[in-house]
C-alpha cells in the first residue's frame, strides 16, 4: 500500500523557539501510527501543522502525493484529514444522536432548511446510529449531551470525527482527562475503528501499553526533533529513546 500522508522537513518556529524541527516521516493507507515524546515535545504542534491549525515555518505536508501544506483546516477535512473535535463543538443541549446526526449532515452537505424534514432522512440517521454503534455509545442516544460523562463526551467527539468519513483519523490523546475506569471503554472503541480496517489513524497519547497494543508503528518526538520511527518492538529497545525517556517519563514509559 502506498503513503497516504507525508511531511518534508515540517519546521515550525512559535516564540522563538523550534517546536518542531525538520520532521519527514510517510505513513502508510491505512496504518495506525502512534506518537510519543516526553510533555513539550511537539506532538500537539505537529498535529495542529497536519490538521492546518498552524502553518509551517519550512516544509510541506503532502496527501497522496498532493501538497496541502496551505489548505486551510476545513479544506483539509474535504480532503480527507479529520481531526478530533474538541468538546466545544459538541452541542451541549441536543441529543447525543442529534449531535452525531448534524456532523453526518454537514459531510454529506444537506442544507441547513431541509433539517425540518430530517427525520425523513432514514440513511443520515443509520449512519449516525452506526458511528454511536462503533464508539459504544449507542446506549446514550437519547441523552442530552452536556449529561454524557467526561469518557462518553470522547466518545461522542469521535463518533463525530467518524461522521466526517475522512480517510485520516488524528486522535489526540482521546484518554486525556479520563478516569482509570474509563479508560478500557475507549480502547475498545479505538481498537474497533482499527479492526474496520478503513481508517489511517495518527494517534498522539501517553499510555504505553495501549500504544503498545494498537500501533504498526511508533514515531518518536524529542525537542521537536523526530528521534525514532519504526515498529513498536523496535521503539522499546532503542536506547535513544530509552534515555530520551529517562529525563522524567522513564516510569511511564517502561509501565
Ligand atoms: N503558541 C505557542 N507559542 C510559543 N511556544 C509554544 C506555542 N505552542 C507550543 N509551544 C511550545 O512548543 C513546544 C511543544 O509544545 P507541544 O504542546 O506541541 O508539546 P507536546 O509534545 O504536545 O506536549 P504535551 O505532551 O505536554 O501535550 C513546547 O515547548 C511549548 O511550550
Redesign the pocket.
Known amino acids: 500500500m502506498g503513503n497516504i500522508l507525508e511531511t518534508k522537513d515540517l519546521t515550525i518556529r512559535?516564540?522563538g523557539?523550534t517546536?518542531?524541527d525538520g520532521v519527514s516521516i510517510a505513513i502508510q493507507e491505512k496504518h495506525f501510527k502512534a506518537i510519543i515524546?516526553?510533555?513539550?515535545?511537539?506532538?500537539?504542534?505537529?498535529?495542529?501543522l497536519l490538521s492546518g491549525q498552524l502553518s509551517p515555518t519550512k516544509g510541506s505536508i503532502m496527501l497522496k502525493g498532493e501538497d496541502i501544506t496551505s489548505l486551510s483546516p476545513t479544506n483539509r477535512t474535504r480532503k480527507g484529514v479529520g481531526r478530533s473535535f474538541q468538546i466545544t463543538n459538541v452541542f451541549p443541549n441536543l441529543t447525543v444522536l442529534e449531535n452525531v446526526r448534524l456532523a453526518v449532515q454537514s459531510q454529506a452537505g444537506i442544507r441547513y432548511q431541509m433539517l425540518r424534514h430530517f427525520s425523513r432522512f432514514d440513511s443520515v440517521v443509520k449512519k449516525a446510529e452506526d458511528h454511536l454503534k462503533l464508539v459504544l455509545l449507542d446506549s446514550k442516544a437519547g441523552s442530552l449531551a452536556c449529561n454524557l460523562s467526561h469518557g462518553e463526551k470522547r466518545k461522542l467527539e469521535i463518533a463525530m470525527l467518524l461522521a466526517l468519513e475522512t480517510e485520516i483519523l488524528l486522535l489526540d490523546?482521546p484518554t486525556a482527562g479520563m478516569s482509570v475506569e474509563e479508560v478500557p471503554a475507549i480502547v475498545e472503541v479505538i481498537k474497533n475503528i482499527k479492526l474496520r480496517g478503513e481508517r489511517t489513524i495518527v494517534l498522539?497519547e501517553?499510555k504505553m501499553d495501549m500504544i503498545m497494543e494498537l500501533s504498526d508503528s511508533i514515531m518518536v518526538?524529542f525537542n521537536?526533533q523526530l528521534l525514532a520511527d519504526g515498529p513498536p518492538d523496535e521503539i522499546v529497545k532503542n536506547e535513544t529513546v530509552q534515555s530520551a525517556y529517562l529525563g522524567g517519563l522513564y516510569n511511564e514509559f517502561t509501565a
Do not use: C, R
Open positions: 512559535l516564540g523557539h517546536a518542531v515524546g516526553p510533555n513539550g515535545a511537539g506532538k500537539t504542534t505537529f498535529f495542529n490523546e498522539i501517553h518526538l521537536g
